[in-house]
């Protein structure tokens, strides 16, 4: 073959490709192509990963409680330290201000609440009357499954249906916390708690107790835990364990008291420090993306008072 032959060729061959791609792309759909990372797109790339490196925000809501047992206020972003896996974090942002909390409420109906459950209804319509104005709330049920009652809204009436509930057979506890927790981490508010109305018992979840707690610390929410159990030497310990566990990991409460003058001290309690809690954000400081355990002390300038916040949190994978 000539020079000029294979000069020709070689154009043709180029002239073919160039129509060729022209042709793809016009198929293409545009959503597509508007993804493709030429140089055009490469400062919506950038973007992108500043968003994903900001999602990797710790964020620790935080009760304070003095030695009269009440609230401290006035606190500042001086006044705490945090600590993760013993190394010095530094704060991203402080908050003190009252802010409405989204709640989901979750009751046992499985078969060992069946003489309790007039009692764990009762308990949600007290911490439902409770609720300001702006705070949302969420009603669940569980036994072998998980059915939510009333979605998130402002109403302050239990949902009908639960007052038709009735005790079935075994007990999806973490499954419960789990969808409870998955639900409060799409929602907008940043405070966000689970109350668990429940005797502890646990043998019918697909998830784990681990499972079920880690969802509910990326999802930012405190587990309340309202042992419904007759109260005495009778009373379950297992069950008992399972929910201390599960509110003191999370930086909640455990109530131990089902009823009466006791459960509703512990309800306003609770309601007060939702509304009034300290919010503190960090980026770790450890980058490693391998799904550990990352456990988180947080320290007061401030002696006689206690704090109460989550534990840890499980690190991203992958």
């Not at 154009?11 to 493709?36: E, G, N």
């Amino acid at each position: 073959m000539t020079t000029d032959a294979a000069i020709l060729n070689r154009r043709v061959w180029r002239a073919v490709c160039v129509a060729l791609l022209w042709s793809a792309l016009a198929i293409l759909p545009a959503q597509f192509l508007r993804h493709t990372p030429y140089p055009s797109a490469l400062a919506q790339q950038q973007d992108d990963d500043v968003v994903r490196v900001n999602t990797d925000l710790v964020v620790l809501n935080v009760t304070v409680i003095g030695k009269d047992g009440k609230f401290v206020s006035g606190l500042r972003r001086a006044d705490f330290q945090i600590i993760e896996d013993g190394k010095e974090q530094k704060p991203a942002s402080f908050g003190a201000a009252e802010t409405p909390f989204a709640a989901a409420i979750v009751i046992d109906t499985s078969g060992s609440m069946d003489a309790r459950l007039s009692l764990a209804r009762s308990a949600a319509i007290q911490f439902l009357d409770g609720l300001r104005e702006a705070d949302v709330a969420a009603v669940y049920n569980f036994d072998y499954k998980v059915e939510q009652l009333q979605d998130f809204s402002p109403g302050r009436d239990l949902p009908p249906k639960a007052f038709g509930l009735r005790a079935k057979t075994t007990t999806a506890l973490n499954d419960a916390v789990l969808r409870a927790a998955d639900d409060l981490a799409a929602r907008p508010e940043k405070r966000r708690a689970i109350v668990v109305l429940s005797d502890g018992g646990e043998n019918a979840s697909r998830a784990s107790s681990d499972k079920a707690l880690n969802h509910a610390l990326a999802g930012g929410a405190t587990i309340y835990a309202v042992n419904m159990s007759e109260e005495g030497p009778n009373r379950d310990i297992v069950g008992s364990s399972i929910l201390q566990t599960l509110a003191a990991k999370s930086g909640g409460q455990y109530i131990a008291a089902p009823g009466g003058q006791k459960l509703r001290d512990a309800f306003t309690s609770v309601l007060e420090e939702l509304s009034h809690q300290y919010t503190l954000t960090y980026v770790s400081t450890n980058r490693e993306r391998d799904g550990k355990w990352r456990a988180i002390d947080l320290k007061l300038a401030r002696p006689d008072t206690t704090v109460r916040t989550r534990k840890g949190y499980r690190a991203p994978k992958g």
